[in-house]
């Protein structure tokens, strides 16, 4: 059987690297933690570098480092500021802006469901989460001086 936009993932399809026994790809719900790229595009207004920054921690950007797009996330900076700041117009023009931005948004995994057509699930880090709650503890032990070891 097939859904709207092609054949529904098989559940128990075998196991890839970097995707969950589900077959979807593992996001850190912590975000991006590595170094963000540079601007792509000529000359980034102050608003679009700092959107620029907020996307490259977000937990989406662990797939798009993979992917070598960041010219398609810097447009879809520009696109969507351009779209948010004209919100008011009605013109052909800008609702041909605000399609684009939601396709981009789609494209890049910025809604949910993207996120499910695009197979990405964010996860939490269990290893890390288990060394917040409970830190390691160090056992004592009793030893005796005049007792040789």
């Known amino acids: 059987m097939s859904g ?8 128990n ?4 690297r970097g995707k969950s ?6 996001l850190p719900m912590e975000g991006w933690q590595g170094p963000i790229p540079d601007w792509p595009l000529l000359e980034g ?11 490259w921690r977000t937990p989406m950007a662990a797939q798009w480092v993979r ?11 520009r696109v969507a500021l351009l ?16 399609g684009e931005a939601r396709q981009l948004e789609s494209l890049l995994g910025l809604n ?15 290893v ?8 390691a503890r160090r056992r004592l032990k009793a030893v005796d001086p005049d007792v040789p070891a």
């Open 128 to 135: 890390e989460e288990q060394r917040e709650v409970a830190p």
């Open 21 to 26: 026994a589900a077959g979807k790809i593992q």
């Open 67 to 77: 992917m070598h797009i960041d010219t398609v996330i810097a447009r879809y900076v």
């Open 13 to 16: 399809a075998r196991h890839l």
């Open 112 to 126: 949910p469901s993207a996120l499910k057509r695009l197979e990405w699930e964010i996860v939490v880090d269990e």
């Open 83 to 98: 779209a948010e700041s004209f919100d008011h117009e009605t013109s052909v023009a800008m609702a041909n802006i605000k």
């Open 45 to 55: 207004l102050q608003p679009e570098l700092e959107r620029w920054e907020r996307l």
């Open 4 to 11: 709207s936009r092609g054949p529904l993932s098989n559940p």
